[in-house]
Protein backbone atom coordinates (compact mmCIF):
# COMPACT_ATOMS: atom_id res chain seq x y z
CA UNK A 1 0.00 0.00 0.00
CA UNK A 2 1.45 3.70 -0.95
CA UNK A 3 2.34 5.55 1.89
CA UNK A 4 1.26 8.61 0.24
CA UNK A 5 -1.44 9.57 -2.13
CA UNK A 6 -1.89 12.89 -3.35
CA UNK A 7 -5.31 14.37 -4.20
CA UNK A 8 -5.61 16.20 -7.14
CA UNK A 9 -8.03 19.32 -7.15
CA UNK A 10 -7.99 21.37 -10.08
CA UNK A 11 -7.83 25.51 -9.73
CA UNK A 12 -11.23 25.57 -10.58
CA UNK A 13 -12.55 22.62 -7.80
CA UNK A 14 -10.38 24.58 -5.26
CA UNK A 15 -12.46 28.01 -6.66
CA UNK A 16 -15.31 26.29 -6.40
CA UNK A 17 -14.33 24.93 -2.72
CA UNK A 18 -13.17 28.67 -1.51
CA UNK A 19 -16.22 30.51 -2.71
CA UNK A 20 -18.74 28.25 -1.38
CA UNK A 21 -16.83 28.50 2.16
CA UNK A 22 -15.90 24.96 2.38
CA UNK A 23 -11.84 26.22 2.05
CA UNK A 24 -10.41 29.15 3.90
CA UNK A 25 -9.85 32.12 0.79
CA UNK A 26 -6.45 33.54 2.46
CA UNK A 27 -4.25 31.61 -0.14
CA UNK A 28 -5.78 33.20 -2.76
CA UNK A 29 -3.43 35.93 -3.31
CA UNK A 30 -0.39 34.48 -1.57
CA UNK A 31 -0.35 31.11 -3.05
CA UNK A 32 -0.23 29.43 0.22
CA UNK A 33 0.24 25.61 -0.94
CA UNK A 34 -2.88 23.30 0.88
CA UNK A 35 -2.20 20.06 2.38
CA UNK A 36 -3.28 16.97 1.37
CA UNK A 37 -5.40 16.95 4.44
CA UNK A 38 -6.98 19.97 3.84
CA UNK A 39 -8.17 19.15 0.53
CA UNK A 40 -9.28 16.10 1.24
CA UNK A 41 -11.68 17.13 4.34
CA UNK A 42 -13.04 19.94 2.08
CA UNK A 43 -14.00 17.73 -0.73
CA UNK A 44 -15.70 15.46 2.12
CA UNK A 45 -17.29 18.31 3.57
CA UNK A 46 -18.70 19.51 0.04
CA UNK A 47 -19.71 15.57 -0.43
CA UNK A 48 -21.21 15.76 2.80
CA UNK A 49 -23.48 18.45 2.46
CA UNK A 50 -23.88 17.83 -1.23
CA UNK A 51 -25.68 14.29 0.23
CA UNK A 52 -23.31 12.12 -1.93
CA UNK A 53 -20.86 9.68 -0.76
CA UNK A 54 -17.91 10.88 1.05
CA UNK A 55 -15.02 9.68 -1.16
CA UNK A 56 -12.67 12.53 -0.35
CA UNK A 57 -11.83 13.16 -4.55
CA UNK A 58 -13.44 14.88 -6.61
CA UNK A 59 -15.51 12.29 -8.58
CA UNK A 60 -17.77 12.12 -10.77
CA UNK A 61 -20.67 12.64 -8.73
CA UNK A 62 -18.56 15.35 -7.06
CA UNK A 63 -17.98 16.96 -10.38
CA UNK A 64 -21.74 16.69 -11.15
CA UNK A 65 -22.80 18.52 -8.25
CA UNK A 66 -20.10 21.13 -8.89
CA UNK A 67 -22.11 22.29 -12.01
CA UNK A 68 -25.67 21.86 -10.56
CA UNK A 69 -27.36 25.48 -10.36
CA UNK A 70 -27.04 26.64 -7.10
CA UNK A 71 -27.37 29.84 -4.69
CA UNK A 72 -24.77 31.96 -4.52
CA UNK A 73 -23.86 32.38 -0.91
CA UNK A 74 -21.36 30.00 1.08
CA UNK A 75 -22.85 27.10 2.56
CA UNK A 76 -19.80 27.74 5.26
CA UNK A 77 -19.35 30.11 7.51
CA UNK A 78 -15.97 32.28 6.66
CA UNK A 79 -13.23 29.98 7.77
CA UNK A 80 -10.96 32.40 8.50
CA UNK A 81 -12.85 32.76 11.98
CA UNK A 82 -12.32 28.71 12.15
CA UNK A 83 -8.61 28.44 11.25
CA UNK A 84 -6.36 28.02 14.15
CA UNK A 85 -3.34 29.05 12.25
CA UNK A 86 -5.46 32.37 11.37
CA UNK A 87 -6.11 32.91 14.95
CA UNK A 88 -2.49 32.09 16.88
CA UNK A 89 -1.39 35.21 18.80
CA UNK A 90 2.29 36.66 16.92
CA UNK A 91 5.08 37.98 19.09
CA UNK A 92 5.88 41.61 18.86
CA UNK B 1 -31.13 23.93 9.29
CA UNK B 2 -28.60 26.71 10.34
CA UNK B 3 -29.65 30.17 11.76
CA UNK B 4 -27.21 32.71 10.76
CA UNK B 5 -26.65 36.10 12.78
CA UNK B 6 -29.70 38.00 14.12
CA UNK B 7 -32.73 37.82 13.30
CA UNK B 8 -35.18 41.04 12.72
CA UNK B 9 -36.50 43.04 15.59
CA UNK B 10 -39.81 43.61 13.78
CA UNK B 11 -42.49 40.59 12.55
CA UNK B 12 -44.25 43.24 10.03
CA UNK B 13 -41.42 43.41 6.91
CA UNK B 14 -41.77 45.35 3.60
CA UNK B 15 -40.18 43.94 0.57
CA UNK B 16 -39.77 46.47 -2.47
CA UNK B 17 -39.21 44.93 -6.16
CA UNK B 18 -36.15 47.81 -7.61
CA UNK B 19 -36.02 46.72 -11.23
CA UNK B 20 -38.60 47.18 -14.14
CA UNK B 21 -39.11 44.32 -16.20
CA UNK B 22 -36.66 41.98 -14.94
CA UNK B 23 -35.14 39.80 -17.77
CA UNK B 24 -37.90 40.72 -19.87
CA UNK B 25 -40.91 39.21 -17.39
CA UNK B 26 -43.95 40.98 -16.97
CA UNK B 27 -43.16 43.44 -13.35
CA UNK B 28 -46.94 42.40 -12.75
CA UNK B 29 -46.25 38.62 -12.95
CA UNK B 30 -42.24 38.93 -11.19
CA UNK B 31 -44.21 40.68 -8.01
CA UNK B 32 -47.10 38.23 -7.74
CA UNK B 33 -44.35 35.06 -7.72
CA UNK B 34 -42.30 37.25 -4.74
CA UNK B 35 -45.18 37.52 -2.93
CA UNK B 36 -46.33 33.77 -3.01
CA UNK B 37 -42.37 33.23 -2.02
CA UNK B 38 -42.34 35.40 0.77
CA UNK B 39 -46.24 33.58 1.66
CA UNK B 40 -44.48 30.53 1.90
CA UNK B 41 -42.31 31.96 4.72
CA UNK B 42 -45.67 34.04 6.30
CA UNK B 43 -47.39 30.86 6.47
CA UNK B 44 -45.27 29.05 8.64
CA UNK B 45 -44.23 32.16 11.25
CA UNK B 46 -45.55 35.22 12.83
CA UNK B 47 -44.19 37.29 9.92
CA UNK B 48 -46.12 39.51 7.75
CA UNK B 49 -44.61 41.30 4.36
CA UNK B 50 -46.07 43.98 2.43
CA UNK B 51 -44.99 45.17 -0.97
CA UNK B 52 -43.76 49.16 -1.04
CA UNK B 53 -42.75 50.73 -3.67
CA UNK B 54 -39.76 52.47 -1.90
CA UNK B 55 -36.11 51.77 -1.44
CA UNK B 56 -36.59 52.01 2.56
CA UNK B 57 -38.16 48.34 2.46
CA UNK B 58 -36.31 46.06 4.56
CA UNK B 59 -35.74 43.55 2.12
CA UNK B 60 -35.40 45.16 -1.31
CA UNK B 61 -35.33 42.81 -5.06
CA UNK B 62 -33.22 43.67 -7.66
CA UNK B 63 -31.60 41.89 -10.88
CA UNK B 64 -28.00 42.38 -11.95
CA UNK B 65 -25.86 41.19 -14.46
CA UNK B 66 -22.23 40.19 -13.60
CA UNK B 67 -20.16 42.17 -10.95
CA UNK B 68 -22.31 44.49 -9.30
CA UNK B 69 -20.73 45.82 -6.74
CA UNK B 70 -21.34 43.87 -3.20
CA UNK B 71 -18.83 41.51 -4.05
CA UNK B 72 -20.88 38.41 -5.33
CA UNK B 73 -20.70 38.65 -9.03
CA UNK B 74 -22.99 36.86 -11.37
CA UNK B 75 -21.72 34.35 -13.67
CA UNK B 76 -24.15 34.62 -16.73
CA UNK B 77 -26.59 31.67 -17.62
CA UNK B 78 -25.90 28.67 -15.57
CA UNK B 79 -24.48 27.72 -11.97
CA UNK B 80 -25.00 31.05 -9.89
CA UNK B 81 -28.48 32.07 -9.76
CA UNK B 82 -29.07 34.44 -7.19
CA UNK B 83 -28.02 35.12 -3.66
CA UNK B 84 -29.61 37.19 -0.43
CA UNK B 85 -28.30 38.90 2.86
CA UNK B 86 -28.92 37.90 5.90
CA UNK B 87 -31.20 40.62 8.27
CA UNK B 88 -29.65 43.95 9.04
CA UNK B 89 -29.35 47.17 8.05
CA UNK B 90 -28.20 49.04 4.31
CA UNK B 91 -28.10 45.97 2.12
CA UNK B 92 -29.21 43.13 4.81
CA UNK B 93 -32.12 41.00 3.29
CA UNK B 94 -32.03 42.23 0.22
CA UNK B 95 -32.28 39.73 -2.40
CA UNK B 96 -30.09 40.05 -5.98
CA UNK B 97 -31.37 37.69 -9.10
CA UNK B 98 -28.89 36.67 -12.16
CA UNK B 99 -30.57 39.29 -14.88
CA UNK B 100 -28.82 36.80 -17.28
CA UNK B 101 -30.95 33.38 -16.08
CA UNK B 102 -33.79 31.86 -18.06
CA UNK B 103 -36.11 32.63 -15.09
CA UNK B 104 -39.69 31.60 -15.64
CA UNK B 105 -42.64 32.57 -13.70
CA UNK B 106 -44.23 29.04 -14.22
CA UNK B 107 -43.70 27.23 -10.57
CA UNK B 108 -42.46 23.82 -11.99
CA UNK B 109 -39.03 25.22 -13.46
CA UNK B 110 -38.68 23.17 -16.37
CA UNK B 111 -35.03 22.29 -18.12
CA UNK B 112 -35.20 25.47 -20.41
CA UNK B 113 -35.79 27.20 -17.31
CA UNK B 114 -35.25 28.15 -13.65
CA UNK B 115 -38.64 28.74 -11.62
CA UNK B 116 -38.67 32.44 -10.17
CA UNK B 117 -40.88 31.41 -7.01
CA UNK B 118 -38.62 28.34 -5.97
CA UNK B 119 -35.20 30.73 -6.28
CA UNK B 120 -36.90 33.45 -4.61
CA UNK B 121 -38.29 31.06 -1.86
CA UNK B 122 -35.31 29.80 -1.15
CA UNK B 123 -33.52 33.53 -1.30
CA UNK B 124 -35.80 35.14 0.94
CA UNK B 125 -34.57 32.12 3.54
CA UNK B 126 -31.42 34.16 3.60
CA UNK B 127 -33.30 37.46 3.78
CA UNK B 128 -34.74 36.34 7.04
CA UNK B 129 -31.57 34.46 8.52
CA UNK B 130 -31.27 31.08 7.60
CA UNK B 131 -28.22 29.70 6.44
CA UNK B 132 -28.14 26.97 4.03
CA UNK B 133 -29.12 23.47 5.31
CA UNK B 134 -27.23 20.10 4.54
CA UNK B 135 -31.18 18.54 4.48
CA UNK B 136 -31.94 17.17 1.03
CA UNK B 137 -35.16 18.35 0.44
CA UNK B 138 -35.28 21.35 2.38
CA UNK B 139 -35.96 24.78 0.86
CA UNK B 140 -32.49 25.78 2.27
CA UNK B 141 -30.47 23.10 0.26
CA UNK B 142 -28.47 25.30 -1.50
CA UNK B 143 -28.17 23.55 -5.06
CA UNK B 144 -31.43 24.23 -7.20
CA UNK B 145 -34.57 22.12 -6.77
CA UNK B 146 -38.02 22.57 -8.35
CA UNK B 147 -40.84 23.43 -5.86
CA UNK B 148 -44.50 22.64 -7.03
CA UNK B 149 -47.50 25.22 -7.17
CA UNK B 150 -48.61 24.32 -3.83
CA UNK B 151 -45.73 24.04 -1.99
CA UNK B 152 -45.51 23.31 1.74
CA UNK B 153 -42.10 24.04 3.54
CA UNK B 154 -40.45 21.21 4.87
CA UNK B 155 -40.05 20.15 8.67
CA UNK B 156 -36.65 21.39 8.23
CA UNK B 157 -37.10 24.79 7.45
CA UNK B 158 -40.20 25.28 9.72
CA UNK B 159 -38.12 24.92 12.28
CA UNK B 160 -35.74 27.02 11.62
CA UNK B 161 -37.78 29.97 10.79
CA UNK B 162 -40.21 29.48 14.11
CA UNK B 163 -37.16 29.06 16.27
CA UNK B 164 -36.21 32.67 14.72
CA UNK B 165 -39.75 34.13 14.84
CA UNK B 166 -42.42 31.75 16.29
CA UNK B 167 -45.20 29.86 14.98
CA UNK B 168 -47.82 31.12 13.56
CA UNK B 169 -50.96 32.15 16.31
CA UNK B 170 -53.59 30.02 14.93
CA UNK B 171 -54.48 27.33 12.26
CA UNK B 172 -57.04 29.64 11.18
CA UNK B 173 -54.36 32.54 10.93
CA UNK B 174 -54.96 34.91 8.10
CA UNK B 175 -58.80 33.72 7.69
CA UNK B 176 -60.29 34.96 10.75
CA UNK B 177 -61.16 38.41 10.28
CA UNK B 178 -60.79 39.02 14.76
CA UNK B 179 -57.13 38.45 13.81
CA UNK B 180 -55.07 41.35 13.15
CA UNK B 181 -53.40 39.76 10.59
CA UNK B 182 -56.33 38.86 8.54
CA UNK B 183 -56.33 38.92 4.87
CA UNK B 184 -59.33 39.14 2.66
CA UNK B 185 -60.17 35.95 0.60
CA UNK B 186 -58.06 35.88 -2.69
CA UNK B 187 -60.06 35.39 -6.31
CA UNK B 188 -58.47 32.97 -7.72
CA UNK B 189 -60.01 31.81 -10.80
CA UNK B 190 -59.49 28.51 -11.87
CA UNK B 191 -57.14 27.81 -15.55
CA UNK B 192 -59.49 26.60 -18.17
CA UNK B 193 -59.57 22.62 -17.69
CA UNK B 194 -59.19 20.66 -21.01
CA UNK B 195 -62.69 18.70 -21.43
CA UNK B 196 -61.80 16.52 -24.68
CA UNK B 197 -64.80 16.69 -27.10
CA UNK B 198 -67.58 13.95 -26.31
CA UNK B 199 -68.69 11.27 -29.04
CA UNK B 200 -71.77 13.37 -30.41
CA UNK B 201 -74.50 10.89 -31.82
CA UNK B 202 -75.74 12.53 -35.34
CA UNK B 203 -78.68 10.38 -35.73
CA UNK B 204 -80.63 12.36 -33.85
CA UNK B 205 -80.64 16.49 -33.39
CA UNK B 206 -79.58 16.90 -29.53
CA UNK B 207 -76.23 16.27 -28.87
CA UNK B 208 -75.18 14.06 -25.62
CA UNK B 209 -72.29 14.87 -23.69
CA UNK B 210 -70.83 12.56 -21.25
CA UNK B 211 -70.79 13.57 -18.11
CA UNK B 212 -67.21 15.04 -16.40
CA UNK B 213 -65.93 13.66 -13.31
CA UNK B 214 -66.51 16.04 -10.67
CA UNK B 215 -62.50 17.10 -10.26
CA UNK B 216 -62.88 18.63 -13.36
CA UNK B 217 -65.56 21.04 -13.34
CA UNK B 218 -65.39 24.41 -13.66
CA UNK B 219 -65.67 26.26 -10.12
CA UNK B 220 -66.29 29.92 -11.96
CA UNK B 221 -66.25 31.15 -15.14
CA UNK B 222 -62.49 32.63 -15.87
CA UNK B 223 -62.93 36.34 -16.21
CA UNK B 224 -59.08 37.56 -17.12
CA UNK B 225 -56.48 35.96 -18.21
CA UNK B 226 -54.33 33.45 -15.45
CA UNK B 227 -51.44 35.87 -15.39
CA UNK B 228 -53.51 39.03 -14.38
CA UNK B 229 -54.70 36.95 -11.33
CA UNK B 230 -55.09 39.65 -8.07
CA UNK B 231 -53.10 39.17 -5.28
CA UNK B 232 -53.87 40.40 -2.03
CA UNK B 233 -50.65 42.68 -2.12
CA UNK B 234 -51.68 44.08 -5.00
CA UNK B 235 -53.08 47.68 -5.32
CA UNK B 236 -56.45 46.06 -7.52
CA UNK B 237 -57.12 43.50 -4.85
CA UNK B 238 -60.85 44.08 -4.36
CA UNK B 239 -63.43 43.30 -6.81
CA UNK B 240 -65.24 46.57 -7.47
CA UNK B 241 -61.28 48.26 -8.44
CA UNK B 242 -60.73 45.16 -11.09
CA UNK B 243 -62.09 47.35 -14.05
CA UNK B 244 -59.40 49.83 -13.16
CA UNK B 245 -55.89 48.64 -15.64
CA UNK B 246 -52.92 47.57 -12.81
CA UNK B 247 -51.00 50.52 -11.32
CA UNK B 248 -47.25 50.02 -11.26
CA UNK B 249 -45.98 52.91 -9.44
CA UNK B 250 -42.78 54.73 -10.97
CA UNK B 251 -39.13 53.39 -10.40
CA UNK B 252 -38.06 55.76 -8.26
CA UNK B 253 -34.17 56.89 -8.45
CA UNK B 254 -31.73 54.64 -7.75
CA UNK B 255 -30.00 55.43 -4.52
CA UNK B 256 -26.54 57.27 -5.29
CA UNK B 257 -23.64 55.73 -3.47
CA UNK B 258 -22.15 58.17 -1.18
CA UNK B 259 -18.61 58.23 -2.75
CA UNK B 260 -16.23 60.62 -4.10
CA UNK B 261 -17.98 62.34 -7.34
CA UNK B 262 -17.01 60.73 -10.41
CA UNK B 263 -15.81 62.53 -13.45
CA UNK B 264 -16.60 61.54 -16.53
CA UNK B 265 -13.93 61.89 -19.21
CA UNK B 266 -14.06 61.65 -22.41
CA UNK B 267 -10.76 61.94 -24.18
CA UNK B 268 -9.85 63.89 -27.48
CA UNK B 269 -8.52 62.19 -30.44
CA UNK B 270 -4.80 61.72 -30.42
CA UNK B 271 -3.40 64.90 -32.49
CA UNK B 272 -5.66 67.66 -31.60
CA UNK B 273 -3.95 70.80 -30.36
CA UNK B 274 -3.15 70.51 -26.38
CA UNK B 275 -4.49 74.09 -25.09
CA UNK B 276 -1.48 76.59 -24.60
CA UNK B 277 -0.83 77.75 -21.26
CA UNK B 278 -0.80 81.15 -22.01
CA UNK B 279 -3.67 82.49 -23.75
CA UNK B 280 -2.48 85.68 -25.05
CA UNK B 281 -0.41 85.65 -27.46
CA UNK B 282 0.49 89.40 -28.53
CA UNK B 283 4.08 90.79 -28.48
CA UNK B 284 3.37 92.48 -25.26
CA UNK B 285 2.29 89.16 -23.62
CA UNK B 286 5.19 87.77 -21.23
CA UNK B 287 5.63 84.19 -20.20
CA UNK B 288 4.11 84.27 -16.60
CA UNK B 289 4.43 80.99 -14.64
CA UNK B 290 0.92 79.24 -14.00
CA UNK B 291 -0.65 80.64 -11.08
CA UNK B 292 -1.54 77.86 -8.43
CA UNK B 293 -4.91 78.92 -7.65
CA UNK B 294 -6.89 75.62 -6.86
CA UNK B 295 -3.55 73.94 -5.37
CA UNK B 296 -4.66 71.63 -2.26
CA UNK B 297 -2.89 72.40 0.81
CA UNK B 298 -0.67 69.58 1.44
CA UNK B 299 -1.13 68.79 4.90
CA UNK B 300 -5.18 68.96 4.64
CA UNK B 301 -5.71 66.62 1.98
CA UNK B 302 -6.72 63.06 0.58
CA UNK B 303 -4.58 62.13 -2.29
CA UNK B 304 -6.12 60.92 -6.46
CA UNK B 305 -3.01 58.42 -6.90
CA UNK B 306 0.69 58.04 -5.39
CA UNK B 307 3.31 55.82 -7.01
CA UNK B 308 6.95 55.43 -7.20
CA UNK B 309 8.57 56.03 -10.65
CA UNK B 310 12.05 55.55 -11.03
CA UNK B 311 12.96 55.34 -7.17
CA UNK B 312 10.68 58.91 -7.02
CA UNK B 313 7.77 59.10 -5.36
CA UNK B 314 4.52 60.79 -7.46
CA UNK B 315 1.67 62.19 -5.45
CA UNK B 316 -1.13 63.36 -7.90
CA UNK B 317 -4.03 65.63 -6.09
CA UNK B 318 -6.68 67.09 -8.54
CA UNK B 319 -4.16 69.19 -11.51
CA UNK B 320 -1.25 69.03 -9.68
CA UNK B 321 1.78 66.41 -8.75
CA UNK B 322 4.03 66.40 -5.82
CA UNK B 323 7.38 64.51 -6.73
CA UNK B 324 9.47 63.52 -3.48
CA UNK B 325 12.93 61.91 -3.80
CA UNK B 326 15.33 61.15 -1.22
CA UNK B 327 16.17 64.81 -0.43
CA UNK B 328 12.38 65.36 0.11
CA UNK B 329 10.33 67.64 -1.90
CA UNK B 330 11.63 68.11 -5.69
CA UNK B 331 12.25 71.93 -6.40
CA UNK B 332 9.34 72.95 -8.80
CA UNK B 333 6.97 70.69 -7.27
CA UNK B 334 4.29 70.63 -6.94
CA UNK B 335 3.31 71.36 -10.21
CA UNK B 336 0.84 70.42 -12.64
CA UNK B 337 0.25 67.26 -14.49
CA UNK B 338 0.55 68.66 -17.92
CA UNK B 339 3.33 70.47 -17.12
CA UNK B 340 4.74 66.87 -16.53
CA UNK B 341 3.70 64.93 -18.81
CA UNK B 342 2.47 65.24 -21.90
CA UNK B 343 -1.54 64.44 -22.33
CA UNK B 344 -3.47 65.71 -25.27
CA UNK B 345 -5.97 67.70 -22.83
CA UNK B 346 -5.79 69.56 -19.53
CA UNK B 347 -5.83 66.84 -16.83
CA UNK B 348 -7.65 67.81 -13.97
CA UNK B 349 -7.38 64.87 -12.27
CA UNK B 350 -6.19 61.16 -12.65
CA UNK B 351 -7.91 58.23 -10.57
CA UNK B 352 -4.52 56.13 -10.80
CA UNK B 353 -1.09 55.75 -12.03
CA UNK B 354 1.68 53.10 -12.01
CA UNK B 355 5.59 51.97 -12.97
CA UNK B 356 5.01 48.87 -15.17
CA UNK B 357 7.72 46.69 -14.14
CA UNK B 358 8.49 44.70 -17.61
CA UNK B 359 9.54 48.03 -19.55
CA UNK B 360 9.17 50.86 -17.07
CA UNK B 361 6.39 52.49 -18.96
CA UNK B 362 3.79 54.55 -16.73
CA UNK B 363 0.53 53.58 -16.77
CA UNK B 364 -2.08 56.62 -16.09
CA UNK B 365 -6.34 56.02 -15.48
CA UNK B 366 -8.72 58.67 -15.86
CA UNK B 367 -12.17 57.46 -16.21
CA UNK B 368 -13.09 54.63 -18.46
CA UNK B 369 -9.51 55.20 -20.47
CA UNK B 370 -5.98 54.49 -19.86
CA UNK B 371 -2.65 56.10 -21.04
CA UNK B 372 0.69 54.64 -21.51
CA UNK B 373 3.88 57.15 -21.35
CA UNK B 374 6.69 56.26 -22.40
CA UNK B 375 8.71 58.66 -19.80
CA UNK B 376 6.87 61.88 -20.43
CA UNK B 377 5.74 61.17 -23.98
CA UNK B 378 2.64 59.20 -24.80
CA UNK B 379 2.71 56.35 -26.30
CA UNK B 380 1.10 55.99 -30.16
CA UNK B 381 -2.11 54.61 -30.24
CA UNK B 382 -3.13 55.47 -26.77
CA UNK B 383 -5.75 56.45 -24.82
CA UNK B 384 -7.39 53.34 -24.53
CA UNK B 385 -10.67 51.92 -23.21
CA UNK B 386 -10.62 49.77 -19.85
CA UNK B 387 -12.17 47.06 -21.39
CA UNK B 388 -9.18 46.54 -23.81
CA UNK B 389 -7.33 45.29 -20.58
CA UNK B 390 -10.62 43.09 -19.89
CA UNK B 391 -12.13 45.08 -17.77
CA UNK B 392 -15.86 45.05 -17.73
CA UNK B 393 -18.06 47.69 -19.46
CA UNK B 394 -19.62 48.98 -17.19
CA UNK B 395 -16.60 49.92 -14.59
CA UNK B 396 -16.79 53.70 -14.44
CA UNK B 397 -12.84 54.18 -13.13
CA UNK B 398 -9.94 52.18 -11.62
CA UNK B 399 -9.72 53.80 -8.08
CA UNK B 400 -6.17 52.39 -7.51
CA UNK B 401 -3.03 49.98 -9.24
CA UNK B 402 -0.01 48.62 -7.87
CA UNK B 403 2.52 46.31 -8.46
CA UNK B 404 2.44 44.14 -5.69
CA UNK B 405 5.79 43.83 -4.03
CA UNK B 406 4.55 40.18 -2.75
CA UNK B 407 4.38 38.78 -6.00
CA UNK B 408 4.89 41.60 -8.76
CA UNK B 409 1.61 40.83 -10.11
CA UNK B 410 -0.23 43.95 -10.82
CA UNK B 411 -3.31 45.03 -9.13
CA UNK B 412 -6.84 46.99 -10.05
CA UNK B 413 -8.72 47.84 -7.52
CA UNK B 414 -12.34 49.54 -7.90
CA UNK B 415 -15.10 49.67 -5.22
CA UNK B 416 -15.11 46.61 -3.12
CA UNK B 417 -13.81 44.73 -6.05
CA UNK B 418 -9.81 44.19 -7.28
CA UNK B 419 -8.28 41.89 -10.62
CA UNK B 420 -5.17 41.05 -10.90
CA UNK B 421 -3.66 41.79 -14.40
CA UNK B 422 -1.67 39.51 -16.09
CA UNK B 423 1.14 42.04 -17.86
CA UNK B 424 2.31 39.21 -20.58
CA UNK B 425 -0.93 38.36 -21.87
CA UNK B 426 -2.28 41.72 -21.06
CA UNK B 427 -5.70 40.95 -19.65
CA UNK B 428 -7.27 40.78 -16.07
CA UNK B 429 -6.84 37.06 -14.66
CA UNK B 430 -9.84 34.34 -14.94
CA UNK B 431 -11.50 34.18 -11.43
CA UNK B 432 -11.52 37.92 -11.02
CA UNK B 433 -12.66 40.41 -9.80
CA UNK B 434 -12.58 39.48 -5.89
CA UNK B 435 -13.70 41.33 -2.94
CA UNK B 436 -11.26 43.77 -1.68
CA UNK B 437 -11.97 41.65 2.00
CA UNK B 438 -9.18 39.50 0.88
CA UNK B 439 -7.03 42.60 1.58
CA UNK B 440 -8.14 42.43 5.17
CA UNK B 441 -8.41 46.05 6.87
CA UNK B 442 -8.47 48.20 3.89
CA UNK B 443 -12.26 48.05 3.27
CA UNK B 444 -13.76 49.26 -0.17
CA UNK B 445 -13.21 52.35 -2.19
CA UNK B 446 -9.54 53.31 -1.23
CA UNK B 447 -7.65 56.15 -3.02
CA UNK B 448 -4.28 54.62 -3.98
CA UNK B 449 -1.68 52.23 -3.36
CA UNK B 450 1.30 51.63 -3.91
CA UNK B 451 4.81 50.07 -3.24
CA UNK B 452 7.48 51.46 -1.14
CA UNK B 453 10.96 50.88 -2.17
CA UNK B 454 11.65 48.39 0.61
CA UNK B 455 8.52 46.62 -0.99
CA UNK B 456 6.16 47.58 1.50
CA UNK B 457 2.87 48.45 0.57
CA UNK B 458 0.56 51.17 1.86
CA UNK B 459 -3.05 51.83 1.08
CA UNK B 460 -4.46 55.35 1.45
CA UNK B 461 -8.17 56.53 1.79
CA UNK B 462 -9.14 59.97 2.63
CA UNK B 463 -6.48 61.49 4.98
CA UNK B 464 -5.07 58.25 6.23
CA UNK B 465 -2.99 55.22 5.61
CA UNK B 466 -2.18 51.83 6.29
CA UNK B 467 0.61 49.73 6.17
CA UNK B 468 -0.06 46.21 4.89
CA UNK B 469 1.34 42.98 6.17
CA UNK B 470 1.61 41.15 2.89
CA UNK B 471 2.28 37.82 4.12
CA UNK B 472 -1.05 38.01 6.58
CA UNK B 473 -2.78 39.35 4.32
CA UNK B 474 -4.05 42.11 6.61
CA UNK B 475 -3.51 46.05 7.80
CA UNK B 476 0.22 46.60 9.76
CA UNK B 477 -2.60 48.28 12.10
CA UNK B 478 -5.98 48.46 12.60
CA UNK B 479 -6.19 52.20 13.06
CA UNK B 480 -5.09 54.36 10.44
CA UNK B 481 -2.21 56.59 10.12
CA UNK B 482 -2.38 60.82 9.11
CA UNK B 483 -0.97 61.11 5.33
CA UNK B 484 -0.14 64.78 5.73
CA UNK B 485 2.10 64.10 8.56
CA UNK B 486 4.10 60.94 7.33
CA UNK B 487 4.64 61.65 3.79
CA UNK B 488 4.33 65.36 3.94
CA UNK B 489 6.29 66.36 6.85
CA UNK B 490 3.51 68.57 8.35
CA UNK B 491 3.16 68.78 12.01
CA UNK B 492 0.74 66.32 13.85
CA UNK B 493 -2.54 67.37 14.18
Not at chain 2, 261 to 272: I, L, S
Request: glycine share 8%.
Amino acid sequence: KPAFSAVYVDDRAQNYLMKFGYLPQSGLETGNLRTDDQLRDAIRSLQKFGGIPETGQVDERTQQLMVRRRCGLPDKPDLRLQDPSLLRRFKR
Amino acid sequence: YTLHGSPWKHLNLTWSLRTERPSGLETGGVRRELARALDVWAKNSKLTFHEINSDAADILISFHRGYHGDGYPFDGRGQILAHAFFPGSDRGGDAHFDEEEEWTLDSSGNDDGTSLFAVAAHEFGHSLGLAHSSVRGALMYPWYQGITEDYELPEDDKHGIQQMYGAPESRLWGKNPDYPGYRPPVHRPSYPTYTPRTTTTTTTASTTTTERPWRTRPREPMTHPPDRRDHPYRPNHYPEERTRPPYYPPRPEWPVTPRRPHRHHTPPTVGTTSTPYTTSTTPSSRYRPPVKKDLPDNCDTDYDAISLIRRELFIFKGKYVWRLNDRGLVDGFPAEINQLFKFPMRVDHVDAVYERIEDNRIIFFIGRYFYVFKAFYLEPGYPKPLTALGLPPDLEKIDAAMVWGYNKKTYFFSGSMYWRFDENVNHVELDYPRDISMFAGVGPNIDTVFQWKNGTTYFFKGKHFWQFDDMRMRVAHKKPKSSAHYWMGCPRG
